[in-house]
């Protein structure tokens, strides 16, 4: 069953910890990507990745770091240096072929205490 | 930067009636997608326009693209109440492989 998956569903961190959220997919894609969205807002781009071992920042990339050492993952930690990083967060992927249909999973919903 | 705003940003109907949201962008782009979001949940694609295209049809769905006024429309036919959800719409510039999303509009199909 094909498809892409997130963890852990929902998130609670303390201030001041750092979080990693899973993202990983076996789709065969070359290209993954992770979005922030706020209530009510659609989606903002933190940090995209066109191949494995190379990863670009998106709109919103500070107080944010991912890693692509595999094909199917793409980690994305969320630093105590993000101010704000209560919201729900996705990651997508896509073939990289052609025009970019992507791909999401069901997202992680991170909250800060 | 939200390249994207649709239009309405919230929207009730009729099950039965047709939804049509727009979308307008503001830099020259090289396809447009559209995307449904259930509350909490991911987004689903549901078409694609090139940028050579003016129309095109996927089930239900209708795209219409106008690149000289810079938007979009989705109409949806004979709504249904599973229609409910979030519509997006997403623009690609060039060949970045980046989607710059729309706020959305929000969509009410009541029974």
Redesign the interface.
Known sequence: DGGITQSPKYLFRKEGQNVTLSCEQNLNHD?M?W?RQDP??????IY?S?IVNDFQK??IAEGYSVSREKKESFPLTVTSAQKNPTA?Y?C?S?S?LG?????????T?LTVL | SQQGEEDPQALSIQEGENATMNCSYKTSINNLQWYRQNSGRGLVHLILIRSNEREKHSGRLRVTLDTSKKSSSLLITASRAADTASYFCATEKDSSYKLIFGSGTRLLVRP
Do not use: W
């Open positions: 290209a990507y979005y009510g807002q659609g989606l903002r781009l995209y066109q998106g709109d729900f996705l997508a896509s990289g025009y970019n249909e992507q791909f999401f999973g069901p997202g919903r």
